[in-house]
Nanobody
Framework: VQLQASGGGLVQAGGSLRLSCAASGRTFSRYTVGWFRQAPGKEREFVAIISWSGGSTYYADSVKGRFTIPRDNRKNTVYLQMNSLKPEDTAVYYC????????????????WGPGTQVTVSS
């Protein structure tokens, strides 16, 4: 599975962005997929995760109520809809996928794509 995140950019605080994680491979629809982010000088942190069916999701407390993680398995794509963005959401965002089923999380040795930069100005 190869992953490609896109949709990052510069947005003002309070604005919205939608990131996309497009995947190759026919079995992607059976993968658990997560979003992570890494801010300058900080460790990478978990943001959100979704089961293969989309029936189960989990969010970091810092984004709960502001971000959602829908997926469209017909398009082999998982999204990260980010609303009410704050300057502290500024980071490089990565998507990652694992064939292990919910509630298994994504590990470093799973499939990761290159990140997309999100910058939120105050």
């Amino acid at each position: 599975v190869q992953l490609q995140a896109s949709g990052g950019g510069l947005v003002q605080a309070g604005g919205s962005l939608r990131l996309s994680c497009a995947a190759s491979g026919r079995t992607f629809s059976r993968y658990t997929v997560g979003w992570f982010r890494q801010a300058p000088g900080k460790e990478r942190e978990f943001v959100a995760i979704i089961s293969w069916s989309g029936g189960s999701t989990y969010y970091a407390d810092s984004v709960k109520g502001r971000f959602t993680i829908p997926r469209d398995n017909r398009k082999n794509t998982v999204y990260l809809q980010m609303n009410s963005l704050k300057p502290e959401d500024t980071a490089v965002y990565y998507c990652a996928a694992t064939p292990r089923q919910w509630p298994a999380g994504v590990r470093e040795d799973d499939y990761w794509g290159p990140g997309t930069q999100v910058t939120v100005s105050s």
